[in-house]
């Protein structure tokens, strides 16, 4: 994420938190990434020169005014106007960590060989609850390739546990090993 989006991010959830409307525009705000990530064409188009910014801000208010609430329209109107509306999804990663932050929320994304089942991610939601002493929001992938265990990664920090990892460890240490 850019220095741009950051503030403009951070600037937008400073607004809405004042506003009291700060997770239902994390929610629209995420929306509104995920159409433009499926639409890669519309910020290609929102982004050209040859388009006059006012035509641009014109398609916006016709795609979004009424369908979404108006601080992200007007968001993504300034965005356009300050030729970034490339910035969008750093900037929706900057609003949804200050978001977090400020509610005691932390993201944990865990790798395992297989699906977790339902009473394992309840007892590892609990845990990592327990641990961090925030809310767990859970992100799954499956990876066959660690073979058992897990790797959960989180605040920019790999916990390891995989078998992986510790079949990897032997076989450096093996290597390492002098005979």
Do not use: W
Request: charged residues 35%.
């Amino acid at each position: 994420m850019t220095e741009r989006a950051k503030l403009y991010g951070q600037s937008l959830y400073e607004l809405a938190r004042e506003e009291s409307d700060a997770e239902d525009i994390l929610r629209q705000l995420e929306g509104c990434a995920e159409l433009f990530r499926e639409n890669p064409d519309y910020v290609k188009l929102l982004s050209a020169p040859s388009i006059s910014k006012e035509e641009r801000r014109e398609a916006l208010g016709k795609a979004f005014d009424g369908n979404v609430h108006m601080y992200i329209v007007s968001f993504m109107k300034l965005l356009v106007d300050r030729e970034a509306i490339g910035e969008l999804f750093g900037c929706v990663e900057a609003y949804r960590h200050s978001y977090y932050e400020d509610n005691g929320i932390l993201e944990v994304t865990v790798t395992t060989a297989l699906k977790l089942d339902g009473r394992t991610r309840e007892k590892l939601l609990d845990r990592l609850g327990d641990v961090f002493g925030k809310k767990i929001i859970l992100k799954e992938a499956v990876d066959p390739s660690v073979l058992g265990g897990m790797r959960l990664e989180c605040a920019g920090k790999r916990y390891d546990g995989t078998v992986k990892d510790r079949l990897d460890r032997i076989e450096k240490g093996l290597r390492e090993t002098v005979l």
